[in-house]
């Protein structure tokens, strides 16, 4: 395996506050030697865990970089015990375009994990960040929104891990971060993950999917950024007890799972998708969910789709236009169910 | 000024109800003799008032779509008095692609009334309606979401009129839709809203803003339904009286106004806007209304943005990202405010 | 009305051969102060009538530009008595893109007529052809192919005309070309044809469709080049009689009309299209004709279209995919049919 | 070698018709979970051998996905003896489109065999037919038609191999398809080929070149069809003889081969191509084949090319626009040539 | 003719320094009611001209907004007598995407003049400028720099005049400016040049090219800023008298013209332009003037272009690649040449 | 690994001058069979060593390949003693659009070496000539120009290397190409390069950038032909003494080096960078070496850039424009600094 060609001006190991990027170079047409520096932030102060804050992970999901920006201006090196590295816009290129993959070459961040020292630039910064990042973690928290395409209810989410060590962790972790859901998952999206690539070094880590649709909305910033801090806490990286949903006069987070890919409800027709219900309503498997509308025939009666699973309305569709193969309706299940 | 090119294969003046399309000829690359058809229906019965629905002026935004098919599958002949003409995907090849502008000639549908005959196919589109359907109404209602780009509280709205008559009738009607909020408002947009193009033949015209962010949800679709039957029967063409929000055991139908253009607030940094408000909240003009993120230097302060304009949050932008120029958010204001 | 901007290194008016070009001017990014420059022939020799042929009015039509980049080289001033304007690429920018449109402003040459002298490039370029160039000449003859989207039989056509003495002179000519088919038809393409700009100027227009489907193949480049000299015979602009199918030893020119727009086919569904006949079959109304594919739902059953008229199947769709609007099937009938 | 991402709701193994797709997870700007569902369909009875027929290898190429998906329909069960498993549109994104390669990664699916499970969407599926679906086959029909840029005779074709007893197997399956022509050919175009991926495996593998130009006509279709029950009789599948051209009142399907590279003529001018002759005539080493013209020159001479081979001209262009490198022309040999 | 959308925060005829923008609205896909707000600065004190300095009229040309950034920032209103008006950046989109044309509906703002006040956004700001700017100058000053396609050496320009006292009053101010070279010139670009708008309304118009092939360079930034200060100072507008380049120790401004169109030397055939001279060479009509090679044909002769114009060369392409009818050379000749 | 594609029409080791092409498979949406040709001479006579040149690496450049043309068409076998490999334009589709990657895969040649054979089309090329051009070479010399995005001092470079022999075999060649600048340099640009391909077998490679901004200058054509045929003698395959820049009347090349990442200065800022410095002017680090301005913004003061080391400015931005990461300053040390 070869070399790679990202460099950096922040310097691990040093004690204190560092903000600097990571310089990927990037030839393109309009820059013979250019690079792309994705932003990066430690700080760092004594003994203690190292954590790593991972936002924009894909453009268009705007919780997570912003939450970010504010804890590297907030965070004092005195404040902590131990390290807190810090990417609030991984896939910067992508960020800066407000969509999800990213412009220079197609690709999708969270899908090239472990990535490659010689690939495209996204497999190249992926590369980067599992060869010399996230060794030196303790735990890694991946701060998502759902994007342009998909409106979730706010939650944190670990995978079914095999590991009985691992996965108590990651629960005790997971439990701490005190957004309205908390699930456990199988994902249907392939392999590339930045979470695999973590999960198999036998680290924590954890997903945050807050905010949706492309959106900004302050109750969702506010979630991940309670969220974030509660991570730090339980680390014991920041002094203090999570703040639980309790404490601040909310109904307790509540825990579910996806245990499958029947799960995700996927459109079979192109058209527009109205969806039955609204995040958090509970849907009975065999009923109807939604249907899907045919703009170009009025007469056209609309297609029915039938639950596949019973329980809560965790995500659906954001926008009203569906191809075949997207998903519109996500149904998560009480352990139980 | 030449002849329009469209053809249609409904008749308007026959009884009963039709369903058909506008023929609009299109030549493309990939199609030298091909068309556009526009879907519309027409649903006629006796003497009575003609009015006019339309969904689709732009791509992206569904309600008015979904509830307008749903409208024409469910509306029958003998329940009509007079005519109810439903163009339910004005701008077809926008809606179909789901984006605000016709790929086609990348044209705003609601900026280019009256349109031109030999125009691009957008243009021609626009002027057949303004020639052969607007003379024919006694009232348009106009049902937009605010798409991609706007998130916005459930709105329906009328301009500052000068005819003392035109304004009171048109008055009428947007107080029988009982949507969340009523709007008296001033454009900031430019000139070709199909909104003037009717105002100007002195018939009633109400544009509603139900629903955003390219989103469908049930909520949303319902106002959209109700509004539109409540119109039917305001003007008489179904029967019964419109269902107030009262009725249904909401509050009353807000009336507030957006007099000029300071209440459009302005990004004038490119970079993540930050809302500190939800729609709905009230804001004090002077006071802070949001935040400009720089993603790319962490350390740089957020650009705050102060109101400038008292008055309650009634839009405000979609997406996280902003550019120079765009609307970020809009106040309106209680009258007298 | 504006000057036109296109100036030419051909003079219209002296004797002998001239091969030049008409010089626009065309900003772009890559060209500042750049130019097409459309390549125009001029055969001059004594008294005699005027003839323009026109070929590459499309792009990615090819038997029209061949047979007249021959007819350049091969004809001499002294076998023409009157005047031959050749151009053998109008819309030089599509011609070179090999598609139907311009790619500089993505418009169609042929549905731009009569032009603007300030408008986009083929605007500009239809504005000189139709101020500087039609006013010379006695007949017109624009030699299409189909291109890529139909498949045509080898026909040559003139509309249906209001002037008899106009019909009769464009009659004579029609009849003189000697295709496999003559077409007297009216068109659903809308305004903006070099076709209606020559009528309406008193003179005579023919419009060849010789090949199609973006191909050239030997036979339609010799239909092409026949009945171009043909023409020039028939007006005595070179010596000779016209050579008649029979002489060839083929069957007689078939002569039928295509009256209205029920002639066109057009699909209601997309998916692929598969005629169930060939060019030259007759077809019945009410018959099926072809059947939409969809190709995402093996076992939903094809789509049938019946014919709407009783004739010859003398154009279909060339690639099998199809959008709703595109022209799968055109029908002539025979007259009285 | 990781683990393919694919999944599909048919259940190879069990007896009876089943439709369904293969489930590729794709990552888009405008869906985050979204899916690529390729069709798939699988008919089994008892015992027998397992033949797998695809179509919409390529993107429009249209005889292969109508031929079947009329014949996933049709065939029944009780009539198969042994196995069929259908693709009717192996590159999905690519048949929708249209192209020949896939819209989402640029990619010929045909020149990405054995794929990779970890790669591009469309080296993702290549991965998946090679890894889970070519072992169960003992043959491989592969239906394709030219595309747009290529006019072909139809043909059944088979490559050069070295293993006689594979070579024989194949021969003889070759014959029983009974199009116009069968070739024995050798390739120019690189690797990846699903050709050589079932070859290797030691197993028979056809490729079918019926149609093209993007066409799709019913003489091309039927060929199509008959040859895919021929083969099907053949293995003894299905029962009956193969209906033998003869049998049908045609000339016999001819044998000719493609040697060696010399066979594909290539354009080494960019210009318009017209070949000197059609599909089917002789041809005859060093003399005239065809030209290319320059229309922005009309002056010019055009480029005569020469033949390299003599031989039946089996394949030409299909566009008249050629670039540096197209085929413009392919040569069969008979054997003894 | 309506009236235009465009506002501006910035109130003409008020005292003093204001910098703020013209607001035009402009729909797009991502911002419904978004606008370009191009920077305007106006600067006024007492009686005395207007003058108003126009930069970025096309992207991709870079000294004038620098110089004008600058200006805006030094300038204060005491120093001032009568009014100074500056857009830096005239056509904004076109301006930060370093384009000639506008990115949102890809025209050149210096070809749409005198505008549309319903077109598309270049023609909106354009007719804004023309109704409410122009008519309050007494000289317009278009800074330009050649751009991304053209190598020009630094010149003031003005055009041939009929008005004599125009042309006087215009001769004077050029003579000003100082740059290394001075031209009176004819266009070969057809209409809508600000230039011929600023020029019908009887007033001053100067053009200079300063700089090119998109780069910024010290010296070219030089002479721009001094040659607006002092055209400043010959309309008494700030105190002082030109800078003459004597007084700078340089040669003096030559003066030549560039009386027509065959000063413009155009290629012929698309390939790699080699110019045989420097820009400030004396060039000889008949003489070679450069050559251009064919990279695909190694042993092809580069085709050489003779000079079609003795004197100096004063342009010539940017880029090695030349399309044809793209100018190569520009050579002005000495009064009397 | 696998065997490549790529096929050539020149026999190495035949003794003559051989002008054909590579030929490698390229299956495009518009060419199914197509080929890319990129162009090859050998001239080859007798015993001596290989020496390869390249031109047009990268897209945009255009000295390389003009004087390589030349070079092919002037050098006669009998000159020659041993071989002399002329590629004149490397990525040749690159080359074709003017852009320094690959229209066809987006990718820069000179990042992709060694390629892979199964790889995209650029990557075929670089395998083919990494494994059969390459160990044939006793020394590659690599001409290129800046590009489109740079403005460079003529130079030749050789990079630091470890190998003592290697190292002084490449001074004494560089010493030979008399260039206004020699320079010894570390790259920042990342892995893939030609460079280290061939450095890595152990021979001789330069790398010449002579010229810039996408420009062809007599003067870079004369350096790069002349340090060409200098190189030739260098290494005895033609007679002569290298032409040294003292014979000529010329200033002594000049050596300098490029020690570290430092001597690349990179824009933190988007906007316009204003270099304060010519090429070869000298600069003092900790001093302002240029500054960007916003134009969006007149008032904000322009971001100065301080210089990180002392030496000579040999490299700056072409382009006005600039993006965040991009290298606006290149400075080298004169050995000692």
């Known amino acids: ?140 928290i991946d701060l998502h929104s759902g994007g342009a395409s998909l409106a979730l209810m706010p939650y944190i989410s670990m995978h079914y891990l095999d590991d009985e060590a691992q996965r108590e962790r990651t629960w005790q972790a997971m439990m701490a971060f005190q957004s309205p859901l908390a699930l456990v998952m ?42 974030a801090r509660n991570l730090l806490k339980h680390f014991g990286v920041i002094e203090g007890e999570p703040l639980s949903r309790e404490r601040r006069g909310l109904s307790p987070m509540q825990l579910m799972e996806i245990p499958d890919a029947d799960c995700y409800q996927m459109a079979l027709s192109a058209g527009i998708y109205e969806s039955f219900y609204e995040l958090g309503d509970r849907v009975e498997a065999g009923q109807p969910l939604g249907q899907i509308h045919f703009v170009q025939y009025p007469l056209r009666e609309a297609e029915v789709m039938a639950a596949k699973r019973s329980g809560m309305l965790v995500g659906r569709r954001g926008p009203g236009g569906v191809a075949v193969g997207d998903v519109v309706g996500v149904v998560a299940m009480e352990t139980g169910d």
Chains 1, 2, 3, 4, 5, 6 share one sequence.
């Open 186 to 227: 199988k994902e249907i999206s392939g392999p590339g993950l930045l979470d695999y690539a973590v999960e198999n070094m036998g680290k924590v880590f954890l997903c945050a999917e807050v905010g949706g649709v492309g959106m900004l909305a302050p109750a969702t910033v506010n979630i991940t950024e309670v969220g």
């Open 1 to 140: 395996m070869g070399q790679s060609p990202v460099s950096t001006d922040v310097a691990l190991g040093e004690q204190g506050k560092q903000v600097g990027y990571l310089r990927a170079p990037a030839s393109t047409n309009s820059s013979a030697w250019g690079s792309v520096l994705v932003p990066i932030a430690v700080i760092e102060n004594g003994e203690g865990p190292t954590m790593l804050f991972v936002g924009g992970n894909h453009g268009g999901e705007y919780e997570g970089p912003v939450a970010l920006l504010k804890l590297i201006r907030e965070l004092q090196p005195e404040q902590v015990r131990g390290r807190v590295i810090i990417l609030p816009a991984l896939n910067l290129p992508a960020v800066t375009a407000g969509m999800r993959l990213s412009p220079l070459d197609n690709k999708d961040m969270n899908r090239v994990f472990p990535g490659r020292w010689n690939g495209t630039i996204t497999e190249v910064i992926a590369h980067y960040i599992h060869e010399e990042i996230l060794p030196l973690c303790d735990a890694v």
